[in-house]
C-alpha cells in the first residue's frame, strides 16, 4: 500500500499548503476546492483558515476537510506550478503533491 492510500484509509488528519513561489496564478484550484484555495488580488493562491481568511504567511497550512480530499488531490495533482502539498498532519509525510513519494 502507497503512502498516500494508508493515509486515506486510516483516516489521518491530512494538511495542505501552497508554494507561491511557484504558482502560476491559472486558478485552477480555486476552480476545484473554492472552501480551501483562492486567489488573492496578486494573482497567486492561498489556502484559507477557518474563518475564511487567506493564509498568507509562507508555508502557512489548513486542514483539508475529509468531503473535499477528493477535490484537494485532484488540484494537488493539476497544478500546473506544481505547488501544493498535501501531508499528514501527526508527521508532516507529504501524502499528494510534488514531493510525495
Ligand atoms: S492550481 Fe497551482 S498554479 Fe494554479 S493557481 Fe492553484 S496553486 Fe497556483
Not at 11 to 29: K, M, P, Y
Not at 37 to 55: H, M, P, S, T, W
Request: proline share 6%; glycine share 8%; net charge negative.
Amino acid at each position: 500500500m502507497t503512502v498516500q492510500q494508508e493515509a486515506v484509509v486510516q483516516g489521518e488528519a491530512l494538511e495542505v499548503w501552497i508554494d507561491q513561489d511557484l504558482c502560476t496564478g491559472d486558478g485552477i484550484c480555486a476552480q476545484y476546492a473554492p472552501e480551501v484555495f483562492e486567489l488573492d488580488i496578486d494573482g497567486l493562491a492561498y489556502v484559507k483558515g477557518g474563518d475564511e481568511e487567506l493564509l498568507q504567511a509562507k508555508g502557512a497550512t489548513t486542514p483539508v476537510p475529509l468531503p473535499l480530499l477528493t477535490d484537494v488531490i485532484d488540484s494537488a495533482r493539476e497544478c500546473p506550478g506544481e505547488c501544493i502539498h498535501v501531508r499528514r498532519v501527526s508527521d508532516s509525510v507529504e501524502v499528494y503533491g510534488p514531493n510525495a513519494e
